[in-house]
């Protein structure tokens, strides 16, 4: 059996070759991200990359959050908006384990099992990822936190300046008739009878025998504050003084009568009570102070370009 080679002429050769390097031309010349096969760089951090497909899995919860929440151009100027804030983010990371390594610091495996003993892994975390935080809290404690110091006058400066606010809440002796109500039709029943009650007391009235007139009983509340009664209670208490009952009041569990017994005035804590709380305030504003100064000469001194 005999096998025929065709022979091509020279110019059959020279249109193939011709084509096939035109394609490899425009392969080469087209973005790879562009084709879709091939990730791409959104920004380089010194000598390290970041790429696109980086960007969309730190950016992947936000993007499901603004879908669903927004559409269209709106949508579009949020998420522009999102993917800038998260790229700053991951250069900002970049940045620390760089100098985190340039110092010299680690994570042990052991302290990140300690710490992962103490506090468990989110869904989305993996253990790389939190020993990667470890590495950056320690970061910051050597460059930033230790240096941070507060004084003592400072602490007493601020006390002063902020009295308002380390302050004890005014607390009130509440007693109450209450008049349970567990649906609707019973709650129209208890108020009717609790605008009864109240119609019959005077401030001459010892609450002891209006509950007792009315066959109902009369509860001591003790010492409370605002935060420790539900919402219309709370409020209620506002427009009562001493010795005053209030009108019925309605809440999920019934009908209340209200009445204060006596009042202790809001009144400054004492200095030594709130003095660890303050320095712990202090010391987080201070760090956050210095933690944005310390970072942002990281960038000034480093090399960030971005390509987004």
Known sequence: MRSTIHAHSPSTWRTAFFLTLLCLTWWLMVPSWSLGFTDRIVAVVNKEIITWSDL???IRDEFSRLKAKYQGKEFERRYTQKQREVLNALIEERLQLQEA????????????????????????QTEEEFGQFLLLKKLFEVQVRRNVVVEEEELRRYYE???????????????????????????????TKAQVIYSDWSPETLMEDLAARHAQALTELGWVEEKDLVAPLAQALKDLTPGTLSKPIATQAGVHLLIVEEVKESQPYPFEQVEREIRAQLLKMRGEEAYREWLKDLKQKSFIDVRL
């Open 101 to 124: 390594k340039a110092k010299g610091l680690k994570v042990t495996q052991e302290e990140i099992d300690a710490a992962l003993s103490r506090t468990p892994l989110s869904p989305t």
């Open 56 to 58: 969309q899995q730190a």
């Open 161 to 191: 300046a902020n009295a308002n606010i380390y302050r004890i809440p005014p607390q009130y002796r509440l007693k109450q008739i209450f008049l349970d109500a567990p649906d609707e039709i019973a709650r129209l029943g208890a108020t």
